[in-house]
Structure formats: structure tokens, C-alpha cells
């Protein structure tokens, strides 16, 4: 915007900026001071006496002798076995983000280059597939995974997965398809490529930036997925968001909060990283959608 | 694209939304139509030296048999949809006739579990949606106005509600405003009231529940927006304050209207995303004073005794209210695609 159109009076500047302020502390302010409590005990995190003695750690420095503990992270990580969750979770995200791009790379690609009716009436029926609720799809599952004894294994959870991923996947790589250029893989054919062959050699060297946005998206959706894995994997293969609910059944007795807070922040750590060195992706990926919708 | 090419590249996608999205639909349609066998129960005479006594029993093993041979119950019809547990229609019918004014009926209403869960979704749907609209586009605003070196931070903290696990980001509230937590302590010097607690009463969780929907979905509106603002013509704008546009005008009139393809893609994905709203009741525990529809199918399926038949039932309902929820959309894509192709 040009200078002139960005001038503006002084009390506007203020309470805007003070708009923005605001919402930067209700935005941050809880991550940071559940960062802080758990490095504490539950007697400071959850005070009764005084909140401040979560700042400085007065029952900390009591019972354990310093103002920090790594006490609820030993319990999550080694007692509790959340080490074990984690890696569950890796699984699951890594093959999920991986068999997802693949199917809805060649998928998007398709619905961007057909000019047909049916292309658009596959991506209406993906609208819908993506406005179901997760829970309606899960309750269709469980009883068929039972008969056929599939329930409660991890790669059953992955095809899950990639399932209710796919209508977000082809939509946005469907939009990214239709920023590259047509002329690109029809001059390779005039060539005398076969239409995937063009794919393949043409247009896969040119994808990357918006595969890479996708994948993040995929990536997310898998990370953050509660319902899902709660619900069709067994106690062995449980990820780390249902381990963290499972935690929760257990937080009347001391210290069991603390497992949970620490959890809670360990499941955090590998978010705040994505977000800092994808920002931009995350942001353009958010957007690509809305431009083109 | 031939039909021949295109069918092959859409396959593996296609073939997986379809089994794992269109056939547990199927699933959960019949599934809704039937419910568990009834229990054999076999009576034995034991006779004893002071006469015969009658003793009735479960036979396991034949009930088991039973459900081996037909895993989905028997053939109930709508008789699930119509019980106590979902759409309750003998009970509302009771209710009907015997409260005396509206509000009694209401609130016999409300007290049967699937109102109750309709209810709190279609509020949280109605509430948080616009809310999460207008605090996006004001935050988009004040964040445009900044300068050029504080976007770059802003933006990261904002995408931290939004990016963060809907179940931690709950938990994570949750032992803020626990009575002993730090929001929790600050509400209870505020209102100069020690047993204050987010959690006893209805309408507080309500409101709570309200207010984490709001924090979590206000940076997704709020990029949408702030990347469409990147992208209103100066000129527009410029024109207009010749013209002697306030700033406020100049919001109303330009920025509004050019953003409005936007506006309508918020929109939407929140409805579909509040539609299900679920996990923050796990993380908050809020299930004694609100249940969603999802919430509902949850309690449902877990457990040791899952109960399939409801579950499928409140699914069924619940994918007719996501029908009733796009149906304007849907006409909406309709009308521009033919208007397109014309």
C-alpha cells in the first residue's frame, strides 16, 4: 500500500497496535507458561497457596532442591514409556504424509489437466468427504476392522489416514497443478512423451514447492489426529496424542499431572520447530486454497 | 485429459476415499439399522428337599454363538433412531402433553442426551464461526499496519494456537483456568470469589469451550485475511479516499467486498470444522455439562461394551446435519460452475 494510503491518526495507530499486542499474549502467553510449569512440581504449577510460587518454584526448591525439575519429563519419557508413543507416531506420520502426497500428486494432477464435467463433480464429492465428521467415518470402521481382525495395527491406522487426507490433499494440489503452466507437459508430449511420462519428467521437477506446502498440511493432520488413532490402534501401538489423554486418567494422584504437562510440551517441541522453518509454506499453503476457491 | 488417462491417475485416490470414506458411511447406515442380539437366557429347575426353584441364566456360549453368526445384532429398523438415546420421539411426545408452557417443554427437551449434544454444537457452530471471522479480520488489520520488521514474529506466534494439537492446545487452557491454575486464581481475585470455578456450571463451560474455539481458530481466519489484504489494488483504494472515504468507509466499501471470495472460504471451513467440534471436551473434561455430536459417537465406541448400533445411529444424524450445513454451498458451486461454463 502506497505511503499515503497507510497514513493514519494517532489513536487508530494505538488501538490497533494494542489489538495486536493483546492477542500476541493470549496467543503465546499459554505455551510459554506451560514451557515454564513443567519444569516445576504440581505443588507450584497448580498452587493453591500462591500463583507466583509457580515463577520462582518455592515447593520446587523444596522438594527437589533446585528451582527446576526434569521429574515429569523422566515420568512421561521413561516410566510411563512415551518414548514408545513417539516413535508410534513417527510412524504413522512419516508413511502417512509419504503415500498421501503420491496418491493425491497423481490424483490433483489429473483433476487439474481434465476439462471435464466429472473432474469437478470429483472435486464437489471431495467437499463433502471433507466435511465429515472423523468420529461418523471411525464408527463406520470399527465393527468391519474387528470381523476382519485388522483393528490395532499401526499401518491400518496409516491407510485411515491417508484416506481422510486425500479430499484436503487433491483440492490444494489441484490448485498448485493449475499454477504450472499447461503448455509445459503438452509441448513434452507433442514431443512424443505418453501423458506420464510428461508427468513424471516435466512436471515432478517443477512440483516440489507446492508438494512440500501439501505435505506439511498432510503432515499436520496426522500429528494432530486424536480421533483416529485413539480409537483403532490397541494399547501397544498407541501414538502420543491418545497416550496423552490416557495420562489424564490418572492425574487425581500427585505428580501424574506433571507427566502430562511435560508430554504436552514434548508433543509440542516438533510444532514449534515446522513453524519455524516453514512459515512461509504454511502460510501460502492457507492461502492457496482461498485464492482459488 | 482422455477419459482413459484421467481414470488411471485418479485411481489410487480415488479408490481410497471410496473404501475409506463413501463405504463406512454404507457401514454406518446399515449398522444403524440393527442392534445387539438379546442375551439367551435359559431357565433351569433346581429341586431341592424343600421343593423346586426356578433360576433364569445368560447362556455365554450361545450368546456368543449368536453374534458370531450374525455380528451386526438384529434387524432393528428405526427403531434406534427413535429410542430415548437419540431423536427420542415417545419422550417428546410425553413432554409435549404434560409441560405446561414453552420453556418447561424446553428444558425436558434439552435434558435428553442427543438435544443435548445437538444443542451445544449448533451453538458452538453459530457462535464461534463469526467470531473467529470478525477478531481475524481485526487482527489482520492491526497486523498490516505494523511494521515491516514485527510481521515476520507476529505471524509465527499467531500460527501457535492454530498449528498446536486441538486436544494439547485444549489441555493446555484447561489446567490455566483449573481452580489451583494461573487463570483460574486471577478470575477468583477478580470476582472476589474463592470457589469461583470454570468448571461447575453449564453455562461457565459453555462459554469456556466458547472462548478456546475462538483462540484456536482466529489465526487461521486471520492469515486467510491477512494474505488477501496483501493483495487489494492501491488504486481502489486510493480512488476511494479522493473521493473522501473515511478509513472506515474505506474498510466497508473496498477492502470488504474485495475480500469477500475469502470471507465465504472462512466461513466454510470453520462451519465444517465447528460441525465436529470434539476434542476439547476430552481435553476439558466438559462432558457432564456439554457434549457434542462427535463427543456422543465417542462415548459410544469406547469402552468395553461399545454400543455400534448408536454410535451408527448419532452418525447417521450427525452426516444429515453436515448435509443440511453445505446444502447452500453445494447449490452456491452449482450455479457459478454452470454460469462458468456458459
Not at chain 1, 528451582?67 to 504413522?92: C, R, S
Not at chain 1, 490402534?233 to 504437562?261: C, H, R, W
Not at chain 2, 477478531?135 to 498449528?163: C, D, E, Q, Y
Not at chain 2, 494461573?182 to 472476589?192: E, N, R, S, V
Request: aromatic content about 14%.
Amino acid at each position: 500500500m502506497s505511503i499515503a494510503a497507510q497514513r493514519r491518526s494517532a489513536p487508530l495507530v494505538l488501538i490497533s497496535s494494542a489489538l495486536v499486542a493483546v492477542w500476541i499474549v493470549v496467543a503465546a502467553f499459554p505455551f510459554l507458561w506451560t514451557l515454564w510449569g513443567s519444569f516445576k512440581v504440581q505443588g507450584d504449577f497448580f498452587s493453591k497457596a500462591d500463583w507466583m510460587n509457580a515463577l520462582w518454584g518455592t515447593r520446587t526448591i523444596v522438594e527437589t532442591g533446585g528451582p527446576f525439575t526434569g521429574a515429569g519429563y523422566e515420568g512421561a519419557w521413561v516410566e510411563q514409556a512415551f518414548w514408545k508413543a513417539a516413535l508410534n507416531t513417527g510412524i504413522v506420520v512419516i508413511f502417512t504424509v509419504i503415500i498421501s502426497l503420491t496418491l493425491g500428486t497423481l490424483g490433483g494432477y489429473a483433476l487439474a489437466r481434465s476439462g471435464n464435467r466429472y473432474a469437478f463433480w470429483i472435486l464437489m464429492l471431495a467437499l463433502v468427504f471433507r466435511a465429515m465428521p472423523h468420529i461418523t467415518l471411525v464408527s463406520g470402521y470399527l465393527l468391519p476392522f474387528f470381523e476382519w481382525n485388522l483393528w490395532g495395527h499401526l499401518p491400518t491406522a496409516i491407510i485411515v489416514l491417508v484416506a481422510i487426507n486425500q479430499p484436503f490433499t487433491l483440492w490444494m494440489l489441484h490448485s498448485f497443478f493449475l499454477n504450472i503452466p499447461k503448455d509445459l507437459d503438452e509441448s513434452a508430449m507433442v514431443d512424443g512423451c505418453t501423458r506420464f511420462q510428461a508427468f513424471r519428467h516435466v512436471i515432478v521437477p517443477v512440483m516440489w514447492p507446492g508438494v512440500i506446502t501439501t505435505g506439511l498440511f498432510s503432515f499436520l493432520l496426522a500429528y494432530n489426529d486424536f480421533t483416529v488413532t485413539a480409537l483403532l490402534l490397541n494399547q501397544d501401538n498407541q501414538t502420543m496424542i491418545p497416550k496423552i489423554a490416557s495420562f489424564l486418567g490418572s492425574t487425581q494422584v500427585e505428580g501424574k499431572v506433571m507427566y502430562a504437562v511435560a508430554a504436552v510440551v514434548s508433543a509440542t517441541a516438533p510444532l514449534f520447530v515446522l513453524i519455524l522453518f516453514f512459515q512461509r509454506q504454511i502460510v501460502s499453503g492457507l492461502t492457496a486454497g482461498a485464492v482459488k476457491g | 485429459m482422455p477419459h482413459r488417462t484421467f481414470f488411471w491417475f485418479i485411481l489410487p485416490s480415488a479408490l481410497a476415499m471410496l473404501l475409506f470414506i463413501a463405504l463406512p458411511i454404507v457401514s454406518v447406515v446399515i449398522q444403524s439399522l440393527y442392534v445387539d442380539h438379546d442375551q439367551v437366557l435359559v431357565v433351569s429347575e433346581n429341586c431341592g428337599p424343600f421343593g423346586c426353584t426356578q433360576s433364569t441364566s445368560v447362556d455365554a456360549a450361545a450368546t456368543a454363538k449368536l453374534s458370531e453368526a450374525a455380528p451386526l445384532g438384529r434387524f432393528n429398523g428405526l427403531g434406534t433412531y427413535l429410542n430415548r438415546a437419540h431423536l427420542a420421539t415417545a419422550e417428546i411426545a410425553q413432554a409435549w402433553r404434560t409441560s405446561g408452557g414453552m420453556a418447561g417443554f424446553l428444558s425436558q427437551v434439552m435434558s435428553l442426551p442427543f438435544y443435548k449434544a445437538l444443542s451445544f454444537t449448533v451453538a458452538y457452530t453459530a457462535i464461534v464461526t463469526p467470531l473467529v471471522i470478525l477478531f481475524g479480520l481485526a487482527v489482520a488489520l492491526g497486523v498490516n499496519g505494523l511494521p515491516r520488521m514485527l510481521k515476520g514474529p507476529t505471524i509465527f506466534v499467531s500460527l501457535l494456537p492454530m498449528i498446536v494439537t486441538p486436544l494439547i492446545g485444549s489441555l493446555i487452557l484447561y489446567w490455566m483456568i483449573d481452580a489451583d491454575g494461573i487463570l483460574g486464581k486471577a478470575l477468583q481475585w477478580i470476582f472476589a470469589d474463592p470457589a469461583l470455578s470454570l468448571k461447575a456450571s453449564p453455562t461457565l463451560t459453555w462459554l469456556t469451550l466458547f472462548i478456546y474455539g475462538i483462540w484456536h481458530s482466529t489465526p487461521f481466519a486471520f492469515v486467510v485475511f491477512y494474505a488477501g489484504l496483501q493483495t487489494v489494488p492501491e488504486d481502489t483504494l486510493e480512488a476511494a479516499m479522493i473521493d473522501g472515504a473515511s478509513r472506515w468507509e474505506r474498510i466497508r466499501y473496498v477492502v470488504v467486498p474485495y475480500m469477500s471470495p475469502l470471507l465465504v472460504f472462512v466461513a466454510l471451513i470453520q462451519l465444517m470444522d465447528n460441525f465436529r467440534v470434539f476434542e476439547p471436551i476430552v481435553g476439558f473434561s466438559a462432558q457432564a455439562n456439554a457434549t457434542s455430536l462427535s463427543y456422543a459417537i465417542y462415548s459410544d465406541l469406547r469402552g468395553d461394551n461399545a454400543q455400534y448400533a448408536s454410535a451408527a445411529t448419532t452418525s447417521v444424524l450427525t452426516v444429515l446435519g453436515v448435509a443440511i450445513l453445505l446444502t447452500p454451498v453445494l447449490i452456491r458451486t452449482w450455479r457459478d460452475f454452470n454460469r462458468k461454463r456458459a
